[in-house]
């Protein structure tokens, strides 16, 4: 089993920046795929960004550029470093991760882009 807790959410005005953390509990191996998703109100949930194996990070075209994916093996966190926040990137962000047992979501934090 595998537990995510996320933190780093909040109230940002347009243009600001905001770091969320995703903290694993459990068996999480290094070749295991981590991600960022969100939903926005009304809308289904979406991928952000993602990290597998030893690829290159993938991210939606939305965010590219102004959001980078990370993650500490030792301490079993993935990081989501955003920039330049719009109002569109207003949602709760799930961090997400597939093991070779299951797929394991967080319970979300909220992230608002408001002036």
């Known amino acids: 089993q595998v537990q995510l807790m996320e933190s780093g959410g909040g109230l940002v005005q347009p243009g600001g920046s905001l770091r969320l953390s995703c903290t694993a509990s459990?068996?999480?191996?290094?070749?295991?795929?981590m991600a960022w998703y969100r939903q926005a109100p009304g809308k289904e949930r979406e991928l952000v960004a993602r990290?597998?194996?030893?690829?290159?990070?993938e991210y939606a075209s939305s965010v590219r550029d102004r959001f980078t994916i990370s993650r500490d093996n030792a301490k079993n966190m993935v990081y989501l470093q955003m920039i330049s926040l719009k109002h569109d990137d207003t949602a709760v962000y799930y961090c997400?991760?597939?093991?070779?047992?299951?797929?394991?979501w967080g319970q979300g934090t909220q992230v608002t882009v408001s002036s």
């Open positions: 997400y991760v597939r093991n070779s047992d299951s797929t394991y």
């Open positions: 459990g068996r999480v191996l290094s070749t295991d795929a």
């Open positions: 990290l597998r194996g030893g690829r290159d990070a």
